[in-house]
T-cell receptor
Framework: GAVVSQHPSWVICKSGTSVKIECRSL??????MFWYRQFPKQSLMLMAT?????????EQGVEKDKFLINHASLTLSTLTVTSAHPEDSSFYICSAGQGAGGTEAFFGQGTRLTVV | GENVEQHPSTLSVQEGDSAVIKCTYSDSASNYFPWYKQELGKRPQLIID?????GEKKDQRIAVTLNKTAKHFSLHITETQPEDSAVYFCAAGQFYFGTGTSLTVIP
């Protein structure tokens, strides 16, 4: 199957700083990538849909100024958590698909963010 | 948009017993229904999927059934083993996920 790589796998940052998470499709081009937030043993909460060359589409309740998404190329999307606070600590995971909605999603390995 | 509901949220079974997880969806236009398994701290991975032109699909101990009229689909795991313990997610399409089921198989 296709490979999606996410980096870093874990990060610890101080409150008030910003953290950037990268999501790369290694062997295919992804015009659309998805960013999720996940709490322990809970569901994948879709945060936003990242569209190559255009603005991301954010889900209701997700602050676009806090969670900045950039999808500058067909193989890379980034999520920047700005002015991080302890409540932003979570598992963030991206996904991409090779075709339209009727195909499997391939996930990155996730990023464990801890804000201290 | 699509709304996917999943039940139960937690499930414990004895090793060797069967486990069933059920999902419903709202958009009748959805035509692809994958199931993912996620182990602790790891990424979700596809275990089986079904398309709307099929009512049932089986792969060894795993099977999925789909009822398009009722808009629900189910995952069946037979002869469960401890390594089946994980969180399972259903989905409608590529990015609408159910709320997850934490399955524990007791040895």
């Amino acid at each position: 199957g296709a490979v999606v790589s996410q980096h870093p796998s874990w990060v610890i940052c101080k409150s008030g700083t910003s953290v950037k998470i990268e999501c790369r499709s290694l062997d295919f081009q992804a015009t659309t990538m998805f960013w999720y937030r996940q709490f322990p043993k809970q569901s994948l909460m879709l945060m936003a849909t990242s569209n190559e060359g255009s603005k991301a589409t954010y889900e209701q309740g997700v602050e676009k100024d806090k969670f900045l998404i950039n999808h500058a190329s067909l193989t890379l999307s980034t999520l920047t958590v700005t002015s991080a606070h302890p409540e932003d600590s979570s598992f963030y995971i991206c996904s991409a698909g090779q075709g339209a909605g009727g195909t499997e999603a391939f996930f990155g390995q996730g990023t464990r963010l801890t804000v201290v | 948009g699509e709304n996917v509901e999943q039940h139960p949220s937690t499930l414990s079974v004895q090793e060797g017993d069967s486990a069933v997880i059920k999902c419903t969806y709202s958009d009748s236009a959805s035509n692809y229904f994958p199931w993912y398994k996620q182990e602790l701290g790891k990424r979700p991975q596809l275990i089986i999927d079904i398309r709307s032109n099929v009512g049932e699909k089986k792969d060894q101990r795993i099977a999925v059934t789909l009822n398009k009229t009722a808009k629900h689909f189910s995952l069946h795991i037979t002869e469960t083993q401890p390594e089946d313990s994980a969180v399972y997610f259903c989905a409608a399409g590529q990015f609408y996920f159910g709320t997850g089921t934490s399955l524990t198989v007791i040895p």
